[in-house]
């Protein structure tokens, strides 16, 4: 990560982003059981150190964090510590997105209120830590349509304080077809968008984010390596690739990181970011990843230069407010 240049991390997950001692003073507080005796001991559990079996598998791991969101305040609490994180790695602008269903799943909170709650722990966060933001919705497909119909309306309450709906979640159980109408509500609501495609299914899944969903940028992409027309695509469009190579490594997304398409896809014209994708869950920072792209998936330093320029034009921000970043 160059440091004459802005950093930027614009495919983060608050709610995978939840610091252990967080996790372990929240459960005691609240007097909710984890499975482990000690901070210590939870870690193993919370964090992954090499790799899980699929995208679920990885999933999996951000239930622990969850089941300790006991009320708002909570959720105000992770959410501004989010941005303490974010000044503490160097970031000058993070985008950050949550999923509020599935935040207020476990202790039956207020949807709206969980988004209200988030949206003012990242407001006081970036007043107090002196990094910029930007919110985006989530809609986890996981838990279904009429869930996800929830979800939309509680992020709907607070539209002004959201610049983007992405959809997260199991990909291949939970296809884009189900949600045109929760796309078409958001673009009328004036967000930009962005989708989890081509993580765990292939390439047509990232065809329908685009066509059916009107996708600006495409989290993870990984499969647009199987088909060259969609690569010219995304390149011709200026529709970003958010990378976030260690969470693909841990997802089982790609078979070892040397083999992640970063490089194919820069060479193919295609505006790739490089971010952190769920860093609390992956025990990573935005400069591992720079490490990462430079070392395995040997990125020269010309392309990791534009790789960190993509990720200030792929911000969801007016031209002003990208220049004012650097
Ligand atoms: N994919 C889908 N859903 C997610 C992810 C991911 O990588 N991280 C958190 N929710
Ligand atoms: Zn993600």
């Not at 992954?48 to 239930?63: E, G, M, N, V, Y």
């Not at 647009?224 to 970003?240: P, T």
């Not at 505006?271 to 040997?298: C, F, H």
Request: aromatic fraction near 6%; proline fraction near 4%; glycine fraction near 6%.
């Amino acid at each position: 990560m160059l440091g004459d240049l802005p950093a930027v991390d614009i495919h983060r997950h608050l709610d995978g982003n939840i610091r252990p001692e967080t996790i372990w003073t929240l459960a005691a507080k609240h007097n909710i059981a984890l499975p482990a005796r000690s901070l210590e001991a939870l870690l193993p559990l919370c964090q992954i150190q090499d790799k899980t079996a699929d995208l679920l598998a990885f999933l999996a791991r951000l239930d622990y964090g969850i089941s300790v969101l006991a009320d708002v305040d909570a959720c105000y609490q992770i959410a501004y510590e989010n941005m303490q994180d974010a000044q503490q790695e160097g970031l000058d602008y993070v985008e950050l997105r949550f999923s509020p269903y599935y935040m207020a799943q476990t202790h039956q909170l207020n949807i709206a209120d969980v988004v209200a709650a988030t949206v003012q722990g990242c407001a006081d966060g970036e007043r107090d830590f002196g990094v910029k933001h930007n919110l985006i919705g989530i809609l986890s497909r996981t838990f279904g349509t009429e869930a996800c119909t929830q979800e939309l309306n509680g992020l709907l309450a607070h539209k002004a304080h959201i610049t983007a709906l992405d959809l997260a979640g199991d990909e291949l159980g939970f296809p884009a077809p189900l949600f045109v109408n929760h796309f078409k509500q958001a673009r009328d609501a004036g967000w930009q968008i962005t989708v989890h495609a081509g993580e765990a299914d292939g390439p047509q899944s990232i065809w329908n984010a685009i066509e059916l969903l009107g996708a600006n940028r495409i989290g993870h992409g990984v499969a647009a390596r199987e088909d060259e027309q969609l690569m010219a695509y995304l390149a011709e469009h200026h529709i970003g690739i958010e990378s976030c190579p260690t969470s693909n490594y841990q997802t089982a997304t790609v078979v070892d990181t040397p083999n992640h398409p970063m490089k194919q896809f820069l060479e193919a014209g295609i505006e790739v970011t490089l971010n952190t994708d769920d860093p609390g869950i992956s025990a990573i920072t935005l400069a591992d990843e720079y490490t990462v792209a430079r070392d395995v998936i040997k990125l020269s330093d010309e392309q990791l230069k534009q790789v960190q320029i993509n990720g200030v034009n792929q911000a969801f921000l007016s031209a002003a407010d990208k220049q004012s970043l650097f």
